[in-house]
Structure formats: C-alpha cells, structure tokens
C-alpha cells in the first residue's frame, strides 16, 4: 500500500470529484477533481525536470490557492516540500537554500531579480515564479503538462517536508517531517475535532507553517469537505462567512480581532461547532470574553513545527482556559525534572513528548538531533508546564525563557497571569535581563488597556507585591504600544530582552 500522504488524501476524496475543495472570495470553486488535475500538472512538471522522490523543492510565494495545489503536487511527486515564510529576505533565504539544496525554487515574481541569481549561484538549475493571482512563469508551465499521474511510491519515514523552526536562539533547524508523522497527525486531529460531512472550515493562516498547511487544511483534505479561502485574514469577512460554515482555525491575535468588531455576536456564529486556537497561548480572558460575546468555547491545543499537534482540550468535555488540554490519542506527554524523573502533579518541569507524529530529527545535523532525544525516544520540546491529576497539560513558558533571578527560578507565566489581571493592562511579557546583583532582573513588558486608568510602574509593583514572592515581582515595568510577534503571534521575547537590556542604551 503507497504510503505516500497524497494518497491517504486521494482516498477520502469525495466520489463526486466536482464538490469544492475551495470556495475563493470571488465566488470560484475550485473542485476537487481540478485540484487533482493541477496537483497532477505540477508533479509532471518537476519530474519532467528531473527532480526524483526525495529531492526537496524550495517554496516562498504568498498565500494563493495554487499555493495549496502545488504542496499537493510536491507530494504527489515523492519531493519533500520546504515552504519560507514569504517575509524572509535575501539573506535568509540563502542560508535556507545553501542548507537544505533544493534542487527547485518557487518564488514571489517581485523576488525574482535576486533569487534567479542566487539560484544560479548555487547551482539550482529550476526556478519558477508564482503570485496570488496564479500569475507568473510556474502555472503556464504546469498547464502543458498531462493532467494525470501515477503518485510515487513513498514508505512511511519517507521525507515528506523540512519546516524549519523560528532560529530565535541561533540558525533555525530544519525540522524532517515524515508521511507517516503528518499522516498519522491528520488522521488523529480529524477524529479528536469530530469532522463530519458537511463541515466548511474558514482557512485564513499562512500556509508556511504548520497550522496553515498541515493542521487546518489536511483536516479538510481528510473530510473530503471544502475550505472558504481567503488571501489574508480579515475580521469583517471571517463573520460573514460564519454564517455558511462550521469550523474556524486562528492564532490568538486573530480572536482578539474578531473581538473588537460588533458584529461578533451568537447569532452570527449560530452554524459554527468549532473554534480552535494554536501557535501561541491564549489568554484566559480571551478565552472567557469570547464564550460570552458568542456561546462559544474555544478549544486550545499545543503543539510544534517537530511534532505537529500534541494535546487538545476536549471536543466533549472541560475546555479548561489557560490549559492546552490531555495529550491526543497515539502520543504520550511527560513533564520531568532536569534529571528526567516524572514531576509530581501540578509540579513546573520539562515537558517530553513520544509519537508518531514527532519528527526523527533535524536535517543534516544528527548531533542536535541526538541532544534533542532521551534514551526512551522522548523528544524534549524546550517548554515548561505542568501536569494537574486529570493530565490537562499547562505551559509556562520556554525553558529559554526560564529567569533565574538571585538564585531563585522565576517562570514568566505566573507573573504574566498576575499582571494581566491587574487594571488598566491589557497584556504582558515578562523576561529575564541582566543585573550585577541578581544574575538577572524580572523585568515586565505591559500593554495598557485602551479607555481605562492607565496603570504606572508603581501600582503595578505595589499591587504585585501583595500577591507575589518578592524574588517574582519585577524590577523594572515598560509600557509599549504593543507586543513584538512573530507571523503566528508568538511574542518575541529576545527582542524585548535586546530592548530593554540595562547595559545598552535606555530604551
């Protein structure tokens, strides 16, 4: 049996190969049976170029349905696909292509006057052109392909994509994402969520990251349903089109958007089923303020660009705000101590996690790869949580972020929660920096409410004070206008620590 991901998608494609798979803000649909055509058109093409199963193709063009195709092409084609963040610029890009040697490139046609050259430089021979209207060198090359072709043969640990990670602390590392780690994760995700005939999910994230490509689209490629898909995220059209569908997929900047327009109401939202959060923590408040303008609890999970999706708060059951929910079926999640002993309930520690859906390793660099497993196969995802009795999982923070203030471990989520509640803040960041005395200084990052008192350093310190250890309350408390995030929301907690850092200039 082809093992291949593709094929696990062909065989829950509905027998009526003109149902939608896409429904486009213009009207068009794009059927699953032209999705087939196209995905067919493509793996033609880089076959008829010479790219062979395992060679890995490079991808960095906005968000456009041919997008989605040409991954489904990749795969169809036994490529392991390398998707870029399309705000990634020359020089990224280079270390992304000298490092993983893709033998093609697909590329924005605004790029193409120094990607062609770098391509060349590098000695890789195919470079195309795609934008979000299906313009460029690419599509016109695919369309003189045969519309059919037998999928490759793939095993499961076959490479099916490279992800490669943030690189906050260092080079990224390009994470080897197998067909069985993807499969086996859709097939659980497609379970865990209750995806049923007749579900229309609103698809509005990136498709460079996991949560876009794989999570939110695979579901829908598993249900054999249709996605209403939208070139960028936009609050206003998010609610319209929850009146014709059942599931929404956002990161939590996205929800707070959704909660500043009026129109969010439980009326608008009557035909939805679902919510889900990911790729960055949710606030509680979030969380809560949402139920209540819309009946809706939305559903948090966790997960990582090596191990795809790892636990869910429950479709049925205790959505519990500020947890990330029990691990999914098929995957165990640990939290231990530094030297690998399981913590006691609700005690702070190491999480590690074992799967089929955790990655085997980082590509050409078996040493980090080896640093990154324990004995037992655990892989150690750098976060830190905690356990309560049911095995709802909690995370505090990266272990990176961990601040070791005069001796004493500060986990930045405990503070953050206790600022957050606070008057006047909307939201929080704390870091560690350094200090002469302490090693280093917890120092908090806060936005303040729009419409409200302002909260000042003083009462934010005093008011901590009575609720805290004093080695947790912060030294130093900024206000910004916002936050630094990356393209999936995550605070970008090394910038604040270059920012705010007392031996640069003050900030």
Same mark, same amino acid.
């Given at each position: ?88 610029? #020359? ?6 292509? #000298? ?167 439980? #009326? ?229 620590? #270059? ?9």
């Amino acid at each position: 049996m082809n093992q291949n991901l593709y094929a696990l998608f062909e065989s829950r494609f509905p027998a009526d190969r003109t149902q939608p798979l896409l429904i486009l803000e213009s009207g068009k649909i794009v059927s699953y049976g032209e999705a087939e055509a196209w995905a067919a058109r493509y793996a033609a093409l880089f076959a008829s170029r010479g790219l062979v199963p395992g060679d890995r193709i490079a991808v960095q063009v906005d968000r456009s349905p041919e997008a989605l195709l040409l991954y489904l092409g990749c795969l169809r084609a036994g490529l392991a696909y390398l998707p870029l963040n399309n705000a990634y610029r #020359e020089a990224e890009v280079r270390y992304f292509l #000298e490092n993983a040697e893709p033998r093609a490139v697909v590329g924005q046609p605004s790029a193409m006057a120094w990607l062609e050259p770098l391509a060349a430089s590098l000695g890789i021979a195919n470079v195309f052109s795609l934008d979000t209207q299906g313009g460029g060198t690419l599509q016109p090359a695919a369309a003189a392909m045969p519309d059919r072709f037998e999928t490759i043969e793939r095993a499961p640990d076959d490479l099916a994509a490279i992800l490669y990670t943030s690189g906050t602390t260092g080079r990224s590392k390009g994470a080897m994402l197998s067909h069985r780690n993807l499969g086996s994760n859709a097939l659980v995700l497609h379970r865990a969520w209750g995806f049923r005939p007749g579900d229309v999910l609103v698809h509005m994230l990136p498709l460079f990251h996991v949560h876009g490509l794989f999570v939110a689209s695979h579901c829908v490629l598993l249900n054999g349903g249709a996605m209403r898909f939208h070139a960028k995220f936009d609050a206003g059209r998010a609610i319209a089109d929850f009146a014709q569908s059942t599931v929404f997929m956002g990161v939590p900047t996205l929800y707070t958007r959704l909660l500043a327009e009026p129109a969010l109401t439980p #009326e608008a939202c009557a035909k939805m089923r679902l919510f889900t959060s990911g790729s960055a923590p949710l606030l509680a408040e979030t969380h809560q303020e949402f139920q209540r303008r819309t009946g809706q609890r939305i559903l948090e999970r966790y997960g990582m660009t090596e191990t795809g999706m790892l636990t869910s708060n429950p479709l049925e059951g205790e959505r519990r705000a500020g947890s990330v929910g029990p691990a999914l079926p098929g995957v165990e999640v640990r939290v231990v101590d530094d030297a690998g002993r399981d913590c006691a309930t609700g005690a702070i520690g190491n999480v590690i996690v074992r799967g089929p859906n955790v990655f085997a390793g980082y590509w050409r660099m078996p040493e980090k790869s080896a640093e990154e497993f324990t004995a037992e196969g655990f892989f150690r995802t750098g976060d830190l949580g905690s356990l309560s009795a049911d095995r709802y999982l909690t995370i505090v923070g990266r272990s990176k972020d961990l601040i070791i203030s005069g001796g004493y471990n500060v986990y930045p989520k405990e503070v953050e929660l206790a600022i957050d509640e606070l008057p006047g803040v909307q939201e929080s960041a704390v870091v560690g920096v350094p200090h002469p005395d302490f090693g280093e200084a917890v120092t908090a990052v806060v936005v303040p409410r729009q419409g409200t008192e302002p909260a000042n350093e003083g009462s934010i310190i005093a008011a901590l004070k009575q609720r805290l250890a004093n080695f947790k309350v912060p030294k130093r408390v900024y206000f910004v206008d916002e936050l630094p995030r990356n393209t999936m929301g995550k605070v970008q907690k090394n910038v604040l620590r #270059e920012r705010f850092d007392p031996r640069k200039a003050a900030p």
